[in-house]
């Protein structure tokens, strides 16, 4: 069977065939008697909701010019539609991967589907910007709870083998194929359709509503897990919600506030935000301790085992840590991106949104691509050779935009550089799941996804707040040189500062890309390759990792 799998390698049509037949017998190989078709449907689901979780956003963003003039909404109140949905979801990850891994990865999955039904068709029936920001925040939980779980359920359902490589792949390729389709669909739905930006919404219910059918039928059923204390660490969960929420509210307001940074309550939440991170990260600290000292202890409602243990953050030597912070910086510089050149077609060159869509469809066909590509090499390159091109090609699609001429034609600048931000993204969203899936211990799979997850979406609020930080400065600045004065809105700012502004924030989403190109080459070079060619024979694929059980496969030299 291993020589079978390493043929897998082989990008031909004839092998491209074999690699699904990989997933079928990597099940079996665990005790899982599984078909074929369902082990697809496992993985497409799963993708699915990762689609739909990061169009969301993306297909709003687009629509954002005409919920404004349908709902009457104050330009600088306009972002918390998008804003409250990453909210929601990203200051809940850590809370909903817990829940996944101490009661269900299945369950999990399957009540954030309702929600994300639920709530999307609120969305559709909000009557104004209040409301509809609202159900947007509650919208967003629904992904804070499918995604994690989907993570754990991908490393549960598939052991260490080529078929974990490609439905890891796979999985994070709806990430810029979500961001591209939520563009694409978002644009044609606001334009074309009579209920205009409530489509989009309606489309996200009919959606979620399908991927939650699809995993009732196809997911394995949960397995218990296998911690002998199954509580849940309340006290942590709380202090790091309501941090995480403090600091990502304070990142997307401070800019927009009445003195801007200076603003009193700005300061004062932001103060208390990072107390109640520091304050989580001492909470979990003692847990870990109090629980590994005298395991006992676990048994007082005072002292549950720890919702993320800091020790997580150690794996490998640190490199866990290294991965997390090169997936916030990478994060920051890909959704900054996405961010600025929609601006820049929608605000400078006045593209209408179904023209801004085609522009941004070669993300979706690269993407797909970009996934057979990962599949195929995660198991013969290291580590270091994703993450140090994925960065890299992450920056070069940033400087692209940052020398564009807007008087040449779209395939000079604006085609490579939508090409190039997809192969970096996927390369680092990929290797960096695959890498946290074999670094995690079994009860851990959604907690260290949730983990991923989260810095990502605090790379998101990061990198957005830095980048507008430094377009409103230089638009401000190059329009004083015209002898123009910016208003609150920026509504009479010079079309060319405009676009030295869009240019600046464009070499901002670079510097952190290249920042993250560094680490990687610094750190994780000694790193080797985090997929496998061959299947590992088990009972449960949760009982095999590459570091912390005893495997039957050596453990990869990292």
């Excluded at 309550?265 to 109090?290: D, N």
């Excluded at 993450?387 to 070069?396: K, N």
């Excluded at 570091?547 to 050596?554: D, I, K, N």
Aim: with cysteine; aromatic share 10%; charged share 15%.
């Amino acid at each position: 069977m291993s020589k079978e799998l390493d043929r897998m390698a082989s990008p031909s049509g004839k092998d491209l065939g074999r690699s699904l037949s990989n997933i079928e017998t990597a099940a079996k190989s665990h005790g899982v008697q599984r078909s074929r078709l369902r082990s697809i449907f496992i993985v497409v689901t799963c993708t699915a909701a990762m689609v739909v979780n990061i169009s969301n956003t993306t297909s709003v963003s687009i629509s954002l010019p005409t919920i404004e003039k349908d709902l009457v909404i104050e330009q600088e109140q306009l972002q918390w539609l998008v804003s409250a949905y990453t909210l929601s979801s990203g200051c809940l990850l850590l809370f909903c991967g817990r829940l996944a891994d101490l009661y269900g990865r299945k369950k999990t999955f399957m009540i954030g589907t309702l929600f994300q039904v639920a709530f999307s068709l609120g969305c559709g029936f909000a009557q104004d910007g209040l409301t509809l920001a609202v159900l947007r925040g509650f919208q967003g939980i629904g992904g804070a709870a499918t995604i994690p779980s989907a993570l754990g359920i991908l490393a549960h359902a598939f052991p260490p083998s080529k078929a974990r490589s490609i439905a890891f792949a796979t999985f994070a390729a709806g990430a810029p194929v979500g961001g591209a389709f939520g563009m694409i669909i978002g644009g044609v739905l606001t334009q074309l359709t009579s209920p205009h930006w409530r489509s989009i919404f309606y489309l996200a219910a009919a959606t979620a509503g399908l991927i939650g059918i699809s995993g009732l039928i196809s997911f394995d059923a949960d397995v218990p897990s296998a911690e002998r204390v199954k509580r849940v660490d309340w006290i942590g969960a709380s202090l790091v919600t309501i941090g995480l929420v403090l600091i990502i509210f304070v990142l997307a307001q401070g800019e927009i506030a009445s003195d801007g940074w200076k603003t009193p309550y700005i300061i004062a939440l932001l103060i208390i935000g990072v107390i109640m991170v520091g304050l989580f990260l001492a909470w979990e600290y003692k847990l870990e301790r109090i629980v590994d000292d005298d395991p006992s202890r676990a048994v007082s409602m005072w002292t549950p085992p720890p919702l993320m243990r800091l020790s997580l953050w150690t794996r490998e030597k640190g490199r866990m840590a290294v991965i997390l912070v090169i997936a916030f910086l990478n994060w920051s510089a890909f959704i900054g991106w996405s961010f600025w050149v929609q601006l820049y077609y929608q605000n400078y060159l006045l593209l209408t949104p179904v023209e801004t869509m085609i522009r941004f469809i070669p993300m979706f066909i690269v993407g797909c691509l970009c996934n057979f590509f990962v599949a195929m090499v995660v198991a013969k390159l290291p580590l270091v050779i994703f993450i140090v091109s994925g960065t890299l090609l992450t920056a070069a699609a940033a400087i692209l935009f940052a020398l564009i001429d807007p008087s040449v034609t779209y395939w000079a600048f604006g085609f490579p550089s939508t090409v190039l931000i997809v192969f970096g993204a996927d390369f680092v969203y990929s290797s960096g799941t695959i890498f946290i899936a074999k670094t995690s211990l079994p009860h851990e799979h959604s907690v260290a996804g949730a983990l991923f997850q989260t810095m990502t979406q605090i790379g998101t609020a990061f990198g957005l707040t830095i980048s507008t930080i430094v377009f409103n400065t230089v638009v401000d600045r190059e329009s004083a040189k015209l002898g123009v004065t910016v208003n609150s809105s920026g509504t009479n700012a010079p079309m060319s500062a405009q676009l030295v502004g869009y240019k600046d924030a464009q070499w901002t989403s670079a510097a952190f890309a290249l920042m993250a190109a560094l680490l990687a080459a610094l750190f994780l070079r000694s790193v080797g390759i985090v997929g496998h060619k061959r299947v590992i024979r088990h009972v449960d694929s949760d009982q095999t990792m590459a570091v912390h059980t005893g495997s039957s496969e050596p453990p990869t030299p990292i």
